[in-house]
Structure formats: structure tokens, C-alpha cells
């Protein structure tokens, strides 16, 4: 089986792909650039599942996934992977370590370190990268004073050295990662938790109707989120997350949901991987 993953190695998003695929035979795994690559080589058949990551416990949703799994792509969520984050400061070997010039990183990990970099690096730039395996191979390549955010694995694998470590801004730090496929259930099982969109009328108590079914059926809505519809300003759809003990509440929950709403998508039942 070919596993994808944002790369290049020494991402979280390799972490989150090696705790996938523990107990899964004979797997190649296939590093990307982006996540939308991944998510096309997914669709493509280039790839059979790919790992992307989702939510983090302290900046929130990764938008650009959400959105993907919701207008651009037809896959299927098949689990979830929470991996703790810790992050870490790291530079070339030698170099002057007082006040780098840049501080290289992804957006992600710049925000969940924020406080950290203005207290003891408030006069380094902050440059956003594609990951910070990526921002590891651009300081281990340059002359200049730059430092990275990025795991102790892509630290070690482009020999740079770790400045400062576990330097969140919250230690309770961890990101949710999903594994998607192409393969769909022709029917689903509903054991797990099940992530749903949908988009309601544009008429009052709307919304209200869907959250009243998810009442009435004894549904736990562990998350829900809106998102703009992109073609019109005001339109939005929900991302939903829930859990139901029986299956069968669940499955009947869907099918009245699915019948009050005006679009309505089932991203997937899925187990979780600590």
C-alpha cells in the first residue's frame, strides 16, 4: 500500500503516518509538497490513503483541508490520528545563536509558538515555509544567521542543532491528523465517530431543525464549524463531528439530516489512533 504525506521527512505529518500504519503490511510511503498534493495523488489513484493534517488544539482547524475535503475532492475519511506537538528551536551548527536574522517555519507552527518568538526573539523575522521539515533543509543549506521551528527528527536528519526545546506555547499541544481514501462504504457502518457538511435554506430556524434531530437522537456534537460557501458572500456550510454509542441512532439521525438540508456530504465513520 502507498501512504502519502506532507513531506519532506521529519514532518509531524510522518509522525502521524508511521502511527497509521503500524500494524499495516508492506507499505510505501510517498512524501508531497503540500496537501493538496496529497490529496489529489489520493483521488488520482496515484497513492491508495494519504495522511493530512486537520485540527490543531491550539490555532484550530486547518482551513485548507477542511475546505478540500468539502469542494474539491471525493474521498473518504478512514481514521484519525492525534499526535502530541512539541516544538523546537534549531540552527546550524557553530552558528551565532543570540538573535537569528529570520526565524524559518509553517504558519501553523509560527502561531502556536507566537509568544514564545516575541519574548525571546522579537526582532527575528518570521518567514512561513510549506512544513517544518522544509524550513530545516533551507537553514541546514544557508550561511546565513536563520533559525528553524521545526521536530527534533528534522533536526537530526539535517544535522542542526536544537537551541530551544518544547518552546508552545501550550505543552497540552496536539494535532488531529485524518487518513483519507478513495474507497467509500456503500453502506456505512456509523461505528465512530462520523464527520458530516451540510448547508441548510437561507429561512429562520433552519439550523436550529438539524441541531434539534442531533438533540432528539442523542448525538454528542463534539465540533462544529462554519465555512463560507465561496461562490457567495453569506452562504456557509457546517462541518459537524459526532458520536453516537448506538449505530443505529446514528445511521437514522443521517437520513433525517440528509432530508432537511440543501447539500449534505458524509466525510466518513472513523476510529481514533493516540
Known sequence: MKIGYLGPEGTFSQMAALKYAEKIENVEFVTYPSISAVLKAVESGEIEEGIVPFENSIEGTVNYTIDSLVFDVDLEIKAEIIIPIVHNIAARKGCDHNMPEKILSHPQSLAQCRKYIEKNYGNAFPVQVSSNSEGAKIVSETNENWFCITTKAAAEIYDLEIVASSVQDDNHNETRFFA???????????????????????????????????????????????????????????????????????????????????????????????
Request: hydrophobic letters at 35%; charged letters at 30%; a positive charge.
Open 180 to 274: 483519507v481514501s478513495k474507497q467509500h462504504e456503500e453502506k456505512h457502518s456509523y461505528n465512530g465517530k462520523t464527520s458530516i457538511v451540510f448547508s441548510t435554506a437561507d429561512k429562520p430556524g433552519e439550523l436550529y431543525r438539524i441541531l434539534d434531530i442531533i438533540n432528539i437522537w442523542g448525538l454528542n456534537m463534539t465540533k462544529i464549524e462554519s465555512r463560507p460557501m465561496k461562490h457567495e458572500l453569506g452562504k456557509y456550510v457546517f462541518f459537524v463531528d459526532l458520536e453516537c454509542e448506538n449505530a443505529d441512532d446514528m445511521k437514522d439521525a443521517m437520513k433525517m439530516i440528509r432530508r432537511k438540508t440543501t447539500f449534505f456530504k458524509h466525510l466518513g465513520t472513523y476510529g481514533t489512533k493516540h
